[in-house]
């Protein structure tokens, strides 16, 4: 393999690392701190809500006692000052789903599962207890009293010594496990829900070392949990003994269930829990948080590589809105208005405007050379109705200078833009600098120069069909999500490039209200909706009315930005269409028809050709069956 082989191939690796589980051991090594890191580290209940890729996963493990180790360069003295310490457990949907099925009754599941979890907590605090001791002598073991009266609390007698504490614990998980699978056999002993868990907490407690520490126990992935089994962690959660608190990682949406075992007793924040939505905060610092993890891969290959380091900017330049507009042919449009103007006795002042100026104004009066010159002269003494028309529609008509069949319709380049992008998803943002990088290197560029806008644009592109076609297999639901982006991805493709006549930059929806839709064709739209959120083939933000999680008809939503470059329409958040629950099933079963109703007096613009990346999917858009 040759020196520059070799450095590129560092550069993918570093880069094409999207998830946690890749990174391996440069997970911790290339952490960065997110601005909501102290909430969550603070001695509270937390729920840490974001989609796939938001960094849930990364920030959690670093939580862990093994993460900050490794964050604190292995130096255990340092570890060893920390108030907390951190028990990361990711759910496992292989052992989740197996309490659940017909032959016992929902409270004998219930019981079944609660078991299970007094035994993964207690193995975990065990794992962490014998951790400490092989760091340090002064982290003295269990006593045989306190080994005890834990095994008491699993049906065990004559344990005396904390490693017979982990074998009956692990013999109880073992009886538990043949007992789910072999119905013929004995019920094992069961122990009580939070009772091993408190006990052993209690135990450790009186250890030097860990007085005054607490015990974060971290669930990630808490979505993948039963209803009944939230149930009986939100009891957990809310009725938690001294000595430790839970720190829950979860989709958005994806905690369905908020009642204890009480069904009359909810889990409320702030009073039980802090909830920390990583995209609300994140928002604001997404862009330098983004650069800081991207910049710190650059730097260390860059050092490894002997070369000059660059800015993510740098790297990844942006252009104005009038350049792109030249790069996109706008010169060809206005040939011959410019020509026209030139003969005005104002035709110095008027040399001063910009293609795309005389684009909108021309595009506003349907290339009527007389009125646009008049909303033109108006413009460029500071009329205020004309100045805020062009304001509101210069954006959305860089959509239609192309025109159709053009391989770049618009442009997507620049870290700001690949952050409004990824919608605060840092593995979104790590894959379109990844493609960029990619896409540049094939050309034999060196990753000393900039990437181009056009190899920005068509990176993006790729990875909005990445992620597109990945849908399908995330969940059970995937075909679904997938044919409902294609449906809502090509009405405003079709908005975008026409924004004649129409509202700028239209690319969200809202549930208008139809009493003539049936509860079950709610009902299906809704769980549609929610798949949609929690798989991030859409977004949300709350609508004009302050809306709780189960108001479906509250919210805005529009196909996840990421989408955007494929689908070729604005990625900004602004202006919205009414649907009703019918229109979004039937952009998954009927699309033609559900398109050209919404589309109304421009139904016609549907049967122009659609963009070249659209034409993989001709069967579903040519009205292929829902079910093939």
């Known amino acids: 393999m040759t020196e520059s082989v070799a450095t590129s191939k560092s550069l993918k690796e570093l880069f094409g690392s999207f998830r946690a589980e890749w990174l391996q051991e440069k997970l911790f090594s290339l952490f960065n701190e997110p601005t909501y890191f102290p909430s969550l580290i603070d001695h509270r209940p937390c729920v840490l809500v974001g989609g796939r890729g938001t960094g849930k996963t990364t920030v959690l493990r ?30 496992n949907t292989n052992r989740i789903t197996a309490f659940t099925g017909p032959g016992k009754t929902p409270d004998e599941w219930r019981k079944l599962f609660s078991h299970y979890v007094n035994i993964e907590v207690c193995e975990m605090l065990l794992e962490a207890l014998e951790w400490h001791q092989s760091y340090s002598s002064d982290v003295s073991i269990l006593g045989p009293d306190a080994c ?63 007085k005054n520490k607490l015990f974060y126990i971290i669930l990630d992935e808490f979505e993948n949990y039963l209803d009944y089994q939230q149930i009986v962690l939100n009891t957990l959660i809310k009725h938690a003994g001294s000595g430790y608190v839970f720190k829950i990682g979860v989709r958005d949406l994806g905690w369905r269930v908020k009642s204890t075992l009480n069904p009359t007793e909810q889990l409320v924040s702030p009073a039980d829990y802090e909830l920390i939505n990583i995209d609300n905060r994140l928002s604001d610092t997404f862009p330098a948080f983004a650069r800081e993890v991207c910049e710190t891969r650059l730097a260390m290959w860059y050092r490894s590589a002997g070369l000059e380091e660059k800015t993510l900017d740098a790297l990844l330049p942006d252009i104005s809105i009038e350049k792109e507009a030249e790069l996109l042919g706008v010169e060809s449009k206005i040939f011959e208005f410019r020509n026209f103007l030139s003969k005005s006795p104002l035709s110095n002042k008027l040399s001063m405007l910009t293609g795309l100026n005389m684009y ?81 290197m094939a050309e034999d560029n060196p990753v000393t120069v900039p990437i181009s806008v056009e190899n920005q644009t068509k990176a993006a592109r790729d990875v909005g069909l990445q992620y597109l076609t990945e849908l399908e297999g995330v969940t059970v639901h995937g075909v679904q999500l997938v044919k409902l982006l294609l449906g809502l991805g090509r009405f405003f493709q079709i908005l975008s490039m026409n924004p004649f006549g129409g509202s700028p930059e239209c690319n969200q929806f809202h549930l208008k209200t139809n009493a003539k839709v049936s509860k079950e064709t709610v009902e299906a739209a809704t769980r549609l909706l929610r798949y949609g959120v929690m798989h991030l083939a859409l977004v949300r933000s709350p609508g004009t009315k302050l809306a709780t999680e189960s108001d479906t008809r509250e919210w805005d939503y529009s196909p996840h930005p990421i989408f955007a470059p494929f689908f070729n329409f604005s990625h900004r958040r602004k202006r919205k269409v009414d649907l009703t629950e019918e229109d979004i099933l039937h952009m998954v079963d009927r699309p033609q028809d559900t398109i050209r109703r919404l589309l109304k007096n421009r139904a016609p613009l549907f049967d122009q050709e659609v963009p070249r990346q659209l034409r993989l999917f001709d069967d579903y858009y040519l009205g292929a069956n829902a079910d093939s």
Do not use: W
């Open 360 to 440: 909108v104004f021309l595009a506003f009066n349907q290339y009527n050379f007389d009125e646009a010159y008049k909303d033109i002269f108006l413009f460029i003494n500071g009329d205020k109705h004309q100045v805020d028309r062009y304001n509101n529609y210069k954006y959305a008509y860089l959509f239609s200078i192309t025109g159709k069949g053009s391989e770049i319709p618009k442009y997507y380049c620049g870290t700001d833009v690949f952050a409004k992008i990824s919608r605060n998803n840092i593995r979104f943002f790590l894959q379109l600098v990844t493609e960029s990088i990619a896409r540049h």
């Open 148 to 210: 005890g009266r834990v095994a008491k609390s699993f049906g065990y007698d004559d344990i005396d010594c904390q490693p017979k504490l982990k074998e009956c614990i692990e013999i109880s998980r073992n009886k538990l496990e043949l007992y789910i699978n072999n119905s013929s056999m004995d019920l094992p002993t069961l122990s009580l829900l939070q009772a091993p868990i408190d006990r052993i907490i209690k135990e450790i407690g009186r250890i030097e070392f860990f």
């Open 62 to 91: 670093c939580m862990s006692y093994e993460g900050q180790l490794a964050l604190a360069d292995n130096d255990f003295s340092r570890v060893s000052k920390n108030n907390f310490i951190g028990l990361y457990h990711r759910v």
